[in-house]
């Protein structure tokens, strides 16, 4: 329960920074990167549906196919977020109606387009969610199909945004192109650092002391294995264990004090999978 609470918490405040990203920064530039959302500016020029009413519609229209092609399953986290998402963007527009952007600074305009969005993407695919829009077509390509779904979805996005600079200016367009291409490494880089973990090989004479800190004030495990030093020769043991950025700098500062002639080599690692940290 405590797990599933804190999911649903990260689903919500990551969802609403998305809400918060697209509507007062890409919208209102006429941005078109990003799938459905970049697909609702377009539409918005026509005068048919503002962009948040054509997100909501399309978004639900995709969810529902997503629950009969995809199941129950699909629709717990896909589509709570999708449907708050959608939710958010038509009640900011009516709360908060906008006629022009917040700066005269296009650039400025264009990362809070691309940060925000991304980084709420980021913490939903890091707990196995996401928004919907394109990630529910990709879901039911990907169930049906052999298609590399990853370069189908990147290629809708490239149309779309290519029409982006037929429908608005040329200017427009290449602050698109230029979110596109950053929004993907983007997302990438803010996984990375959400999974970020230290770690440790220790080589020292005597690993009980930092095993048992180890084990009985960090709760983390270790795994020991004897070696020789090459140019001494002596007998010793390297400690394995990985540790989160606080418990790294714990352990860093109980060696120093404690054991001040060990040797540490100290890496930054973003994929570790076991107990205490990623299932498979």
Do not use: W
Request: net charge positive; glycine share 8%; with cysteine.
């Amino acid at each position: 329960m405590k797990s599933q609470f804190k999911n649903f918490i990260l689903m919500t405040v990551s969802t609403l920074i998305m809400a918060v990203g697209i509507y007062f920064f890409k919208f209102v530039n006429n941005f078109t990167f990003g799938g459905i959302t970049g697909l609702a500016v377009l539409i918005a020029k026509t005068g048919i549906v503002s962009a948040s009413d054509f997100t909501f519609i399309t978004n639900m229209v995709l969810l529902a196919i997503g629950f009969f092609v995809l199941g129950k399953k699909f629709a717990a986290k896909t589509g709570f977020c999708s449907i708050l998402l959608s939710v958010s963007l038509s009640a900011l527009e009516r709360i908060f109606p906008m006629s022009h952007p917040l700066t005269d600074q296009p650039v400025l305009e264009l990362a809070f387009a691309i940060a925000l969005p991304a980084f709420g993407s980021a913490v939903l695919f890091n707990i196995g969610a996401s928004s919907g829009g394109t990630d529910v077509v990709a879901m039911i390509m990907k169930k049906y199909s052999s298609l590399d779904i990853g370069k189908a979805l990147m290629l809708t996005d490239f149309i779309i945004t290519l029409t982006g600079c037929f429908v608005f200016d040329i200017e427009t367009g290449l602050y698109s192109f230029l979110g596109l291409f950053v929004r993907s490494f983007m997302i990438d880089g803010f996984i990375e650092s959400l999974n970020l973990s230290k770690y440790f090989n220790v080589v020292c004479k005597n690993p009980e002391p930092i095993c048992n800190y180890i084990k009985e004030h960090l709760n983390r495990s270790a795994t020991i294995v004897s070696g020789q030093g090459a140019f001494s020769g002596e007998n010793k043991y390297i400690i394995f264990t990985v540790l989160n950025r606080v418990e790294a700098v714990k352990l860093r500062n109980y060696i120093k004090e404690n054991s001040p002639d060990a040797f540490l080599l100290i890496s930054n690692t973003s994929e570790i999978i076991g107990k205490g940290f990623h299932s498979i």
